[in-house]
């Protein structure tokens, strides 16, 4: 029987480029063996080629999906 209590329930922090916890949920997602960085890689470069080929400036969803 432990005698720890149970630990906080912590919100995910923002990413720094688009300012949304949805996206640094994705990217934990995408995050293979700690590799965070190159995980922010592959979706900021999937963001911006979606961005060409629609022409829009839109965060993909991101905001709409999350509030």
């Excluded at 911006?48 to 629609?54: L, S």
């Amino acid at each position: 029987m432990s005698r720890r209590g149970t630990a906080e329930k912590r919100t995910a922090k923002s990413d720094p480029i688009f300012r949304n916890r949805l996206v640094n949920m994705v990217v934990n997602r995408i995050m293979k063996d700690g590799k965070k960085s190159l995980a922010y890689q592959i979706l900021y470069r999937a963001v911006k080629k979606i961005q060409q080929k629609t022409e829009t400036k839109s965060t993909i969803g991101f905001t709409s999906s999350n509030t």
